[in-house]
């Protein structure tokens, strides 16, 4: 499952917004129906993930990270009490926390951008100009590209 794309939305007075529906489509034929919902790693956005992209990076970091180690365990606890389960009404809208929407800086207007086997929900305003000009993003992709494979 790989989501593309970038949709814009609203969320309403307590928080509700829709979720899209060519993602909800999407997670309908893959089965997915329990998603989580955290802040991103980096704190500009919120990241939905289907449970299968959920339990994939858990399974990534838990792999990384020793039960005795205090500064690991610490990490993944991070990890995992910024995340909320996620839960669609019947007609697909969800409820994010005032928590969430303060940690991503989002007031009203979102947009909702697929990442590979996630969606990300950027507050609108940070979407407005490009997120890297051009000529910029075309360099850095060569560079990656340039990379050898794993």
Same mark, same amino acid.
């Given at each position: 499952? &790989?989501? =593309? +794309?970038?949709?814009? *939305?609203?969320? /309403?007075?307590? +928080?509700?917004?829709? $979720?899209?529906?060519?993602? &909800?489509?999407? =997670?309908?034929?893959?089965? #997915?129906?329990? =998603? ?5 790693? @980096? +704190?500009?956005? $919120? ?16 792999? @990384?990270?020793?039960?005795?180690? !205090?500064?690991? %365990?610490?990490?993944?606890? #991070?990890?995992?009490?910024?995340? !909320?389960? $996620?839960?669609?009404? +019947?007609?697909?809208?969800? =409820? ?10 989002? #007031? ?8 590979? /086997?996630?969606?990300?929900?950027? *507050?609108?305003?940070?979407? !407005? ?5 051009? *000529?910029?993003?075309?360099? &850095? ?7 050898? %494979?794993?």
């Amino acid at each position: 499952m &790989r989501f =593309l +794309g970038n949709i814009e *939305a609203k969320t /309403d007075a307590k +928080g509700r917004v829709f $979720l899209p529906s060519a993602f &909800r489509k999407q =997670l309908q034929v893959a089965g #997915e129906e329990q =998603l989580v919902l955290r802040t991103d790693v @980096h +704190g500009k956005c $919120l990241v939905i993930y289907p449970e299968s992209a959920w339990n994939k990076r858990l399974d990534q970091i838990s792999a @990384h990270v020793s039960e005795w180690d !205090e500064d690991e %365990q610490m990490v993944l606890r #991070e990890f995992m009490a910024e995340a !909320e389960f $996620l839960t669609l009404d +019947g007609n697909g809208r969800f =409820l994010i926390s005032k928590r969430l929407l303060q940690a991503a800086g989002i #007031e009203q207007a979102v947009r909702f951008i697929g990442m590979n /086997d996630t969606i990300e929900i950027w *507050a609108q305003e940070k979407t !407005e100009k490009p997120f890297l000009p051009q *000529a910029e993003f075309a360099s &850095r992709l060569k560079a990656i590209m340039s990379k050898p %494979q794993e």
